[in-house]
């Protein structure tokens, strides 16, 4: 790891996302491991490489591949969150998926079934053709960029390539830069640089290849010569390696790595449905389908030297030559590296090719008769491959963007039946019209043939659902239900949701949003909790009034206290910490000492007099009193008799 990626560990870019550990290096940037801080989430933080920010084109197309994966809204393809520039560090949020990746399935399992290969390749596709309808080339389809989640999800990253299919840019193989891996570039490509929805096709087509052999189709000693390899040589059948393969799987490798464009499937929504032909017959335990294998297989060879466009190139440029002019580092030759193709130099005069000798004449008359019989046999398997390979087929009208009745009486026309096949939904094809058919316009098809067709169900939205007053896990389940993404929680008092419980969401209930789109969940911290003041030794009313004030319900219970005012709190419970609106506060109030008659005791003896207070609970203090004469009868008490005294308190009793 360069210095320049440790020093990202732990920053933290645009004040939001703390980088973590590495997770991969490419050819432009490294991929990190993130903690979406205001969302409390994981993610996947894409990060330019130091040294590329001065190369305008190049922060350019960084730039494009955000606002191109930011437009794909699909199960089957890595969410592009947010993307931004922190101090000259350009980067890309992305969903973090974790898990594999198809490179490293192909090294534990492949040679893998023919079921299990076209039951990988099938999500692949189906993000591919999002992709596809939504005008954009992903360009650099390999197995590393396909995800296998923990949880079985497949989903297709990187778009880091992907152009818009209508762009003007090109760069050819004669004047420019061609990027791409070599081993599953497509020959228009490694020719003139010019791609559409087939390029990423064939990509895909040498990816079920790989599968289903373990390896790659064509091996090399350099990058040039497997870009030659693609241009001038077909895909091999993979069932040359792996027998038992049916024939009409290798028709299906066969037609979607068909070097001449015009006989590849037209996007990708086109070969995964001839890919869901091939998996009914497989699922069904069919050897051989003869009307399968005649549909897939290609019959317009390339020949003539010509390219994959049908244009003649400027000279066919052998693969020495090649290795010769390019530019590469040399040593051993790792096929997953990008490749870069430069021009070749003007081509010299090539070895005149001498005829080989006229055969003998024969003047036999049983020659004669041999060689009309040839001509005639020729006639005929002519006339048959004709009749077999041409002439019971005709072209594919387009019917794309019709409705199904419009759509039906253009193929009712040409003598083709329609048939509706498939819903799939669509961000740029209308509710209700054709979306893509299989064959694909001017793809060959039986005469009196069918035509399969997709009806586009517009683009798909979902709303939010309503979780409010529901658990944090099952708003979390209700939102994986609508399709709808879970974006992370925050946390608010509230006085009337119960703690634990959802609030609201973000964005609003009843929002319609794309497929997999992230909602945020408020989640309630119930009541606001509210500061208990201890009131004890205070007066009690006064202390009702402002813990009732705060919110709580008082209890007051009178009880006589000796040692505590009468009106004030001798105990108050709770008296400390925090509670919420209504929590019961008990204060335990003095009504004072308890209050004793005083006895009459006047004219009897002093025992007995200090006998009776005593017994009513008073202490008793002797005084003589004026008129003493030591006789010890009582003539006074204070208080008097009658009189009501705290209990325990002393009465002066006065003798004579």
Known sequence: MDRSADALIGRVLDGRYRVGPKIARGGMATVYEATDLRLDRTVAVKVMHEGLVDDEEFVSRFQREARAAAKLAHHNVVAVFDTGDDHGTLFLVMEYVPGLTLRDLIRKEAPMSPAKALAMIEPVLSALAAAHDAGILHRDVKPENVLLADDG?????????????????QHTATGGVLIGTVSYLSPELVVNGKADARADVYAAGVLIYEMLTGHKPHQADSPIQVAYKHVHEDIPAPSASTPGIPPYVDALVARATARDTALRPADARVLLHQVRRVRNALDHGVVSDPDLLADL????????????????????????ELAEIADWDGGVYDQERDVRVVPPPPSGPRPPVRPAPPPP????????????????LALLAGLGGWYFGIARYTSTPSVLSLTEPAARVKLDRAGLDFKVEDQAYSETVKKGLVLSTDPGPGDRVLKDGTVGAVISLGPERHRVPDVRNQTLDDAQQALDEAKLAYGGDTERYDEKIAKGRVISTDPAVGTSLRRNAAVGVV???????????????KPA????????????????TEVNDDAVPKGRVITQSPDSGTGQKDDVISLVVSKGPVMVEVPNVVGMGLDAATQRLEGAGFVVTVRHSSMYIG???????????????????????SIV
């Open 361 to 376: 004449r024969r003047s036999s008359r049983r020659g004669k008769v041999m060689l009309i019989v040839v001509l005639l």
């Open 541 to 556: 009313a006064p202390a009702q009034d402002a813990l009732e004030r705060r919110g709580f319900k008082v209890k007051t």
């Open 523 to 537: 989640v309630s911290k119930g009541p606001r909790p509210i500061k208990i003041p201890d009131f004890t030794g």
């Open 153 to 169: 999800r497949v989903k297709v990253a990187d778009f880091g390539l992907a152009r818009a299919i209508n762009s003007e840019t």
């Open 297 to 320: 297989t290609p019959t317009t060879p390339i020949g003539g030297g010509r390219t994959p466009t049908g244009e003649l190139p400027a000279q066919i440029i052998e693969p020495q």
């Open 631 to 653: 006789v010890q009868y009582v003539v006074a008490t204070d208080p008097g008799r009658g009189s009501s005294a705290p209990k325990g308190s002393t009465v002066i009793v």
